[in-house]
């Protein structure tokens, strides 16, 4: 696939290697430049201008679309009804029109589907706002990422993708944080079967399976980055059900199950893989915390002596889970140097 | 050219070019990278058993005098110190110090601080422990941390010194600055605050070769990553009041102009990022657009710029940064093709 992403396990030596070999050989400014050269590990002009120009690009779409949604919300009486619609809609329709003009991935293109994205939700929230559908405000977020979905496909760009993402997960964790029961989703999953805690690892899931399909499907529209935003927003859905679970409050047996074998696929496919050891350390993670609470659990805070049973897990996981991490990094690194 | 794919090679290659003399020993064997996401990790988990180890140290041996927690926090850090150095090439022992120097440090700052409700002695004395800790612990972690610490209780301290205050000012002075409105000293707090800092660390980034030759380096890359941290976070505590305002929270809050203040944490933020990329550092820049994103949001809740107001400039800001940014690109091109 044209322009995907790298696995980023690129033997390339990090700063902390590169003080190592300055003090270690005992270099001066001139071999430090030198070295620092040779790692790339310094941006020359250009880069540093193509940088530049990428950051004040990406912060002006960011910035007009953060003025559509203000726009929006200021609810300007100066304007009518007919009048609000009809601004976004333009802008919808002007969106539209330069994006055929000028199609992804020219970056014209790209930076207009995102603001079309961006209007498509503002137009939802305008319309909530002016005619007080009832809708709670995780269908605005569903409806947002549902209707944005074939925008975002088309502008195949991973700003698109992220924000899109991060909608989605927005709207789900709406959904299972803030209204546990009511409104149309809740119709549909709210019967005996789906207490909170199922919904919150069903979502879980949902991440996990988004995760493997733009592992394997390798789009440039969803570079690592991207993925990991993913796989970091899978885990932290099941790490709260987790909690939950151990805190008694989820009444299905298959929680905990249903979290250890997403986090067993999800070590699994990276232990086979070898690129990222990035989803190992997010899975690593959940487990420190699902465990620790699981262990406040047991013990009950008898007496103060579990306060330090807590400290000595949390030492014990965090470095065993941090010298596994440092390691493979390490040994798939030399791997992808030899 | 090519980079050199790995430490190996790097090393050969300074060899080759006479930077490294030829009969000099081999690279160093054990790497002592660790990706971001890893020492986030270990950090926050450090931290947390930090002050379990604390409380169970406070609930255990029941301190109720000052000067025994005191000790207690002494011996914690000197333990810390000792395990930190003798274990200075590996990390199993690390979490373990990380904790206690945490559980230290908190114990000394409750003997100093217990009864102390200044906010200007607060900030001060938490900007010495930490900086005490930055040049004393021989770990990168630590340093890290006390690095980043140092700088919010430097954001504190220009803070109370400029405009007064109570210790619980820290977290929520939002009925103080109703109660002393005044722009102006806003505005030199914030000068105050960030010119040292945002010179301070464009300087170590632009100077990275002299430092790294240095043997100050170990206390450079820490003070750096820390300042940049800081940078991107910092912004919250030296805006005209410190409060999240998020949501519902907001609501009824009326903050005139200075509503505007995010605009300023989003640039600081932004300018992190810029030095982040000079160092090739994916965490550091991620967390830069993470905390600009989230200044963004809290722009959005500040009440007392009216919404409108707030639209127009940021579609005004837009248009600007996306222009110069398309005449850059255009120019590089025109560059890359002329070339």
Redesign the interface.
């Known amino acids: 696939m044209r322009g995907y992403t790298p696995p980023p396990m ?16 005992e ?10 050269e ?6 020359d002009a ?1 880069t ?24 929006v ?4 009486s100066d304007i009518e009804v007919f009048g609000r619609f009809g601004l976004l809609e333009i802008l919808l329709v002007a969106c539209g029109v330069l994006a055929l003009v000028k199609p992804p991935p020219a ?1 014209a293109g790209r ?1 207009a589907l995102f603001l079309a994205f961006v209007t498509t939700g503002a137009l939802l929230a305008l319309f909530g706002q002016t005619y007080q559908t009832g809708a709670d405000i995780h269908e605005l977020f569903l409806s947002w990422a549902l209707l944005g979905l074939p925008i975002t496909i088309l502008a195949g760009w991973s700003v698109s993708s992220a924000a899109w993402l991060l909608v989605l997960n927005l709207a789900l964790a709406l959904f299972c944080g803030w209204h546990p029961t009511g409104g149309l989703l809740w119709a549909m999953l709210g019967w005996r079967r789906f207490d909170p805690t199922t919904i919150i690892i069903g979502v879980t899931w949902i991440n996990v399976v988004l995760w493997f399909v733009f592992e394997f499907v390798k789009l440039e529209a969803v570079p690592e ?1 991207v993925r990991r935003i993913g796989i970091s927003s899978a885990f932290a859905f099941g790490t709260w059900a987790g909690v939950l679970a151990v805190v008694d409050k989820g009444e299905s047996p298959l929680i905990l199950p249903a979290l250890v074998a997403a986090m067993a696929v999800v070590l699994a496919y990276a232990l086979r893989t070898r690129k990222d ?2 989803p190992i ?1 997010v899975v ?2 959940a487990f ?1 915390i699902v465990s620790l609470v699981w262990l406040g659990k047991v013990t009950r805070f008898k007496d ?2 579990v ?2 049973l ?3 897990w ?2 014990g ?3 065993i ?3 596994i ?2 390691h493979t ?2 040994r798939w ?2 791997a ?2 030899a | ?1 090519s ?9 050969d ?2 060899r080759v ?1 006479g ?2 003399a030829a009969d ?2 081999p ?2 064997e054990e ?5 971001w ?2 020492a986030m ?2 950090g926050l ?2 931290w ?3 002050i ?2 604390l ?2 140290i406070g ?2 041996f029941e301190l109720r005098s000052g000067v025994a927690i005191f000790v207690i926090g002494i011996a914690l850090l000197a333990s810390a110190w000792a395990l930190y150095y003798t274990d200075r090439q590996a ?2 022992l ?3 110090a990380l ?1 206690l120097s945490i559980a230290g440090q908190c114990a000394v700052a409750w003997y100093f601080l217990g009864d102390v409700e200044s906010g200007l002695i607060v900030s001060a004395t938490l900007l010495v422990l930490q900086l005490i800790v930055l040049f004393v612990m021989p770990n ?1 972690t630590a340093r890290t941390l006390a690095a980043l610490f140092a700088t919010i209780a430097w954001v504190y301290l220009v803070r109370f010194v400029v405009r007064g205050g109570e210790f619980d000012d820290m977290f929520d002075d939002f009925g103080r600055y109703n109660r002393h409105a005044g722009s102006g000293s806003v505005l030199i707090a914030w000068l105050l605050t960030w010119v040292p800092m945002l010179f301070a660390a464009g300087w170590l980034t632009q100077r ?3 430092w ?2 240095h043997d100050l ?1 170990v206390f450079a ?1 820490p003070i750096l990553t820390g300042l940049l941290l800081g940078l991107s976070l910092g912004g919250l505590a030296s805006e005209p009041f410190v409060k999240l305002a998020f949501g519902m929270d907001s609501v009824g809050v009326q903050m005139s102009w200075l509503a505007l203040f995010p605009l300023l944490s989003i640039a600081l933020a ?1 300018f992190s ?2 030095c982040a ?6 965490g550091l820049l ?1 967390f830069a657009v993470f905390a600009a994103l989230m200044h ?1 949001s809290r722009f ?1 809740y500040l009440y007392g710029t ?3 107001w ?6 005004c ?10 005449v ?2 255009k ?2 091109s025109y ?1 890359g093709s002329a070339a």
């Open positions: 690129q033997p390339k030596p990090s700063r902390a290697e590169l003080d190592q070999i300055a003090e270690h050989y270099l001066g400014s001139e071999g430090v430049d030198t070295m620092l040779l790692a790339e590990a310094r941006p250009e540093t201008r193509d940088f530049l120009a990428g950051m004040l690009r990406i912060g002006g779409i960011l910035s007009l679309a953060a003025g559509v949604v203000f726009f919300a200021a609810n300007w970056f930076a980055w050891i990035y350390a690593l993670g420190i103060e002596g306060l330090l807590l400290a000595v949390l030492i996981t965090s470095t889970a941090g010298r991490l440092a990094a390490r690194r030399a992808g140097a | 050219m980079a050199p794919t790995s430490l190996e090679n790097l090393v290659t300074l070019r930077v490294i000099a020993p690279s160093p790497s002592v990278h660790r990706p996401f890893v990790m270990l988990a450090g947390f058993a930090g379990f180890l409380a169970f609930l255990t990390v199993f690390d979490q373990l904790a990168k990275e070769n002299t790294m030759a380096r890359r932004m990022a810029w990329f000079q160092l090739r550092s994916h991620g963004l959005y009216s919404l409108m707030k639209s127009v400039i940021m579609l800001l837009g248009a600007l940064m996306l222009g110069v940014g398309v850059i690109r120019r590089l560059g």
